[in-house]
C-alpha cells in the first residue's frame, strides 16, 4: 500500500525535456525568419476616374505641371522645388477653394512628384490630385 | 528495507531534477511571441534609393511590396512583373496577408509615368485613396 503510494507521483511526473527541445527549435525557427521591416511612406493619391463633370472644377485648380526636363511650372509660371511651397500658398490665397493638380509628364522623375506632394502636405493643402499628361 | 532505500534515492532524484515547468512557460510565451509577430512579407528584392521627404508615416503592419526600380521596372516577390500582371499579383497576394498595408517603393529616378499608371492600378484593386510611397526622413 505504501509502495504504491510513492509510485503514483513518480509515474505522475512527465519528462519535459525533449518537449523542451522541440519547442527551442521552434523559438529559434521563428527568432531567425522574423524579418521587422520598417517602412515610411508618404500617401499619394491616385489619378481620379475621368468623368465628363470635371472640367468647371478645374478652372480654380492650381496646375503644378512637371515635364520631361524635370521643369516645374505652377499655373504657367518656372519655379523650382524650393519655390513651389511659396507659390501654392500664394494662388491659394487668392483663391482659397482651389484643388491642386500635380501634371506630370511620363518621363518626369518620380522624385520630384514625392517632392512637391511633400510640400502639399507642408503647405496642407487639401484635395490634391495627381495625374499624367499626354505624351 | 530495500524498499524503503529505493523510496529514498527516488526522492533524491527528484530533487536533483531542475524544474523545467517555469522555463517552459517563459519559452512558451517567446514562441507565441515570435509565432504572432511573425511576417512573411515577400519582399521585391531591388534596392531603391528613395525620395527625402519632412512628411511621413510608419506603416504597420506591413503586407504588400512592389517596388520601381531606377530602370523604372516593377518588382514584386523577386520578380519583374509587367504592369498588367500587377493586378493579378496584388490580389494573389491579398489570399496571403488580407489585413497588411501595401507600399510602394519607387525609386526617386524611375518614370512618374510608370508610378502613377501604378497608383491608378493600385486603387483599382486594393480601393486605396492614398497609396503609401515609401520615403525616407529628411
Do not use: C, W
Amino acid at each position: 500500500m505504501r509502495g504504491r503510494q510513492h509510485k503514483q507521483p513518480e509515474e505522475a511526473s512527465v519528462d519535459l525535456t525533449p518537449m523542451l527541445d522541440v519547442v527551442f527549435i521552434l523559438l529559434i525557427f521563428f527568432i531567425v525568419t522574423s524579418t521587422f521591416i520598417q517602412e515610411q511612406a508618404l500617401g499619394l493619391e491616385p489619378p481620379p476616374p475621368p468623368s465628363p463633370d470635371n472640367p468647371d472644377q478645374k478652372q480654380d485648380a492650381i496646375l503644378v505641371y512637371v515635364g520631361a526636363d524635370n521643369l516645374i511650372t505652377v499655373n504657367g509660371r518656372f519655379t523650382d522645388i524650393t519655390g513651389v511651397r511659396a507659390n501654392m500658398e500664394r494662388l491659394r490665397a487668392e483663391n482659397p477653394e482651389s484643388a491642386l493638380i500635380i501634371q506630370a509628364h511620363p518621363q518626369a522623375r518620380t522624385g520630384t512628384i514625392v517632392k512637391i506632394r511633400d510640400e502639399a502636405y507642408n503647405a496642407k493643402m487639401e484635395r490634391v490630385n495627381i495625374v499624367q499628361s499626354e505624351q | 528495507m530495500a524498499r524503503r532505500k529505493r523510496m529514498l534515492a527516488s526522492d533524491s532524484t527528484g530533487e536533483d531534477d531542475v524544474n523545467l515547468t517555469p522555463m517552459l512557460d517563459v519559452v512558451f510565451i517567446l514562441l507565441i511571441f515570435f509565432i504572432v509577430t511573425a511576417q512573411f512579407i515577400k519582399e521585391p528584392g531591388v534596392d531603391i534609393s528613395r525620395t527625402q521627404t519632412d512628411n511621413l508615416e510608419k506603416q504597420n503592419p506591413l503586407g504588400i511590396l512592389i517596388a520601381i526600380d531606377d530602370n523604372s521596372d516593377i518588382y514584386i516577390d523577386k520578380e519583374k512583373v509587367t504592369l498588367q500582371e500587377v493586378g493579378f499579383r496584388i490580389r494573389e497576394l491579398r489570399e496571403d496577408n488580407p489585413k497588411g498595408r501595401l507600399v510602394l517603393q519607387a525609386d526617386q529616378d524611375s518614370e512618374a509615368g510608370v508610378l502613377i499608371s501604378l497608383l491608378e492600378t493600385i486603387n483599382k484593386e486594393d480601393g486605396l485613396t492614398q497609396v503609401p510611397v515609401s520615403v525616407e526622413q529628411e
